[in-house]
């Protein structure tokens, strides 16, 4: 299938990182740049492709650390079977959310107002409530073995992460390439027209939003068992519904690559901003404001746009080169 | 008009407000033929065609479609059933190329992504924009939308098509060039109802005409029967119309 082998070859290149003896600051670095991109894919899948841009997708990363996390710690679970419970329970955090939210028509700005209320809700909740582990957060116990989901190293960690992002990467393809896919982006593009074509608008959104909540609360479980854990503002916090959103927008929205593109230049620029700066608080937040702006206004189409018009623009200049192939979606 | 009833308008009406945009209005339209809508401006013509194709609940009335009343049914469920309508305002989508619009619509029938984009590339070529696939359809003329709103409707491969102003905005040439494609629907078993103000155009196509005044029905016949009954002409279409359409149906026969 077209576009997977490109898939596959950025998959083995990342793989082959750890074999050159990164030190651990650098692999840490990228683990938590592609726990950003798994969330930023999810987000992606939605908001990218479906138009449908929410501010709280928090509600599902958390969901899915805190669903893992309590499962082990309070009933036993083990941590891979939990992991999957955490994916299944984000899932139907998105089915709820999205079915209450498109029933009653929510769109545009409307639409992400109240996911980012769900997902302050769901905070506030968590804040409180025992099982959360109320202000003091859950720490998850540790056990140093890969039955346990737990290693010694980071570098399984770091297989593992990115193992998800490229099946991430994958289920994106797929859904570009798919029948479910055409209808999703028509959705974004012209909602009566869509319906006129047959398309079931409603059962679209909800469809990429249960798809889009179960990636991001897939970030959220492997979180946990790489941070050992969770509380309140971790979880459910702003932080991660601005970045999965940010990582996007910056990589390109819409795109199969965007998100992980997105989420290395985000987390290079935060790494950045705390080497000039120091770590005060929130400048974080205001550096990624700024580069919003930035991407907005000089490159609404992310990287990846400004990769396919640079690409555009040599395929011109060689008078003997062949038209571009039709493509079905636009993927870098 | 011994041709079975495909589609049964029955005293619709629709109120926005203090406006009765649909006052009672009832019709029939035969199956393989193609029925035209006429009318003057905020007749509430368009306003019909949305409620036989589900986009807006009628105020009172029912629309029977193969005998089976459809008020209440979602539009895309409609689309399913076999009605496609074009929008008078087009609504592309604007940031995908001729071929993935058209192939929206193919997908209906097709689930395989490929075989939709085959379908759409076929479609193109019949509405006459085989040329332009791999455009933005935000890039087409106003003929070239006009074009992709029929060929998306199309797609669906649809048993009754709804087509509203189609050749509004056209120049006399692109206007030539349509007429065939629209009276070749009929050839493919599709049954059309077209809203219209191109007299010469209506004339020549349609096989009934109804016209629609201030919601409602006034007067139904053939094309030359409406033509000539100066009344409905000169009260609903303006002084000098019902002359322009007699020299329409002479001139195209
Ligand atoms: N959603 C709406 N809300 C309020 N009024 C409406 C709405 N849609 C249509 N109308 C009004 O209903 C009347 C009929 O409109 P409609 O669009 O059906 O007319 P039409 O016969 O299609 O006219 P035209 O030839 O100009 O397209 C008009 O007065 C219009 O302003
Ligand atoms: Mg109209």
């Known amino acids: 299938m077209k576009g997977v082998g490109t898939i596959l070859v950025v998959a083995a290149l990342l793989a082959a990182v750890p074999l050159f003896g990164v030190s651990n600051v650098t692999l840490n670095f990228l683990v938590t740049a592609l726990i950003i991109a798994l969330a930023?894919?999810?987000?992606?899948?939605?908001?990218?492709?479906?138009?449908?841009?929410?501010?709280?997708?928090?509600?599902?990363?958390?969901?899915?650390?805190?669903?893992?996390?309590?499962?082990q710690l309070r009933y036993g679970v083990n941590a891979w079977i939990a992991f999957a419970a955490g994916i299944g329970a984000g899932a139907l955090a998105g089915a709820i959310i999205g079915g209450l939210s498109f029933r009653s028509g929510l769109r545009g700005s409307y639409f992400a107002l109240v996911t980012l209320a769900f997902a302050e809700v769901l905070r506030i909740l968590a804040s409180v409530t025992p099982i959360t582990g109320a202000g003091v957060g859950l720490l998850v116990k540790l056990d140093l073995r890969p039955e346990a989901f737990q290693f010694q190293s980071r570098v399984p960690f770091y297989w593992i992460i990115l193992a998800l992002v490229t099946v991430s990467l994958l289920i994106v393809r797929a859904i570009e390439n798919s029948r479910f896919g055409a209808y999703l982006v028509a959705v974004r593009e012209n909602e009566e027209a869509a319906k006129a074509l047959g398309v079931n608008v409603i059962a679209v959104k909800l469809g990429a939003m249960v798809i889009s909540a179960a990636i991001v609360a897939a970030a959220g479980g492997f979180y946990v068992q790489y941070f050992l854990f969770i509380d309140a503002g971790i979880a459910y916090g702003p932080w991660i519904s601005i970045e999965a959103l940010l990582a996007p927008i910056i990589g390109g929205v819409g795109t199969v690559f965007g998100p992980l593109l997105g989420a290395l230049v985000v987390k290079v620029l935060g790494e950045a901003a705390k080497l000039v700066t120091g770590d005060a608080p929130g400048l974080d937040l205001m550096i990624y404001g700024g580069v919003l702006v930035l991407v907005i206004a000089l490159a609404p189409r992310g990287i990846a746009g400004v990769v396919a018009d640079l690409r555009a623009r040599i395929v011109r200049r060689k008078p003997e080169a062949k038209p571009e192939q039709p493509t079905a979606g636009h993927h870098v | 008009m011994s041709d079975p009833v495909m589609l049964r308008v029955e005293t619709i009406s629709k109120r926005f407000g203090g406006l009765l945009a649909v006052d009672g209005?009832?019709?029939?339209?035969?199956?393989?033929?193609?029925?035209?809508?006429?009318?003057?401006?905020?007749?509430?013509?368009?306003?019909?065609?949305?409620?036989?194709?589900?986009?807006?609940?009628p105020t009172s009335g029912r629309v029977l479609f193969e005998g089976e009343n459809i008020?209440?049914?979602?539009?895309?469920?409609?689309?399913q059933r076999g009605i496609a309508r074009t929008f008078q305002i087009v609504q592309p989508f604007a940031g995908l190329t001729v071929r993935?619009?058209?192939?929206?619509?193919?997908?209906?029938?097709?689930?395989?992504?490929?075989?939709?984009?085959?379908?759409?590339?076929e479609i193109a070529a019949r509405?006459?924009?085989?040329?332009?696939?791999?455009?933005?359809?935000?890039?087409?003329?106003?003929?070239?939308?006009?074009?992709?709103?029929?060929?998306?409707?199309?797609?669906?491969?649809?048993?009754?098509?709804?087509?509203?102003?189609?050749?509004?905005?056209?120049?006399?040439?692109?206007?030539?060039?349509?007429?065939?494609?629209i009276r070749g629907l009929v050839d493919q078993g599709i049954t059309v109802i077209m809203i219209e103000h191109i007299m010469h155009a209506v004339m020549?196509?349609?096989?009934?005409?109804?016209?629609?005044?201030?919601?409602?029905?006034?007067?139904?016949?053939?094309?030359?029967?409406?033509?000539?009954?100066?009344?409905?002409?000169?009260?609903?279409?303006?002084?000098?119309?019902?002359?322009?359409?007699?020299q329409a149906g002479a001139a195209y026969g």
């Open chain 1, 40 to 71: 930023g894919q999810g987000w992606n899948v939605l908001g990218g492709y479906g138009g449908q841009y929410s501010f709280g997708h928090a509600a599902f990363f958390g969901t899915g650390a805190y669903v893992s996390a309590i499962l």
């Open chain 2, 25 to 57: 209005a009832s019709f029939d339209a035969q199956a393989g033929r193609i029925t035209a809508l006429i009318g003057p401006n905020g007749a509430g013509k368009t306003t019909l065609f949305s409620i036989i194709s589900g986009f807006q609940p």
């Open chain 2, 71 to 79: 008020v209440g049914v979602p539009p895309h469920r409609l689309a």
């Open chain 2, 100 to 121: 993935e619009n058209i192939a929206v619509g193919a997908h209906l029938s097709q689930p395989r992504r490929a075989d939709a984009l085959a379908a759409a590339d």
């Open chain 2, 127 to 181: 509405v006459g924009l085989a040329d332009q696939l791999d455009k933005p359809a935000a890039g087409l003329t106003v003929a070239g939308r006009k074009r992709l709103e029929l060929a998306r409707a199309l797609a669906l491969k649809p048993r009754l098509l709804l087509l509203d102003e189609v050749l509004a905005g056209l120049n006399p040439s692109e206007v030539r060039d349509m007429v065939p494609v």
């Open chain 2, 204 to 246: 020549n196509l349609a096989q009934h005409v109804l016209v629609l005044s201030e919601g409602r029905i006034i007067a139904g016949g053939t094309p030359s029967e409406i033509a000539g009954n100066p009344h409905v002409v000169e009260a609903y279409l303006g002084r000098g119309a019902a002359q322009r359409m007699l």
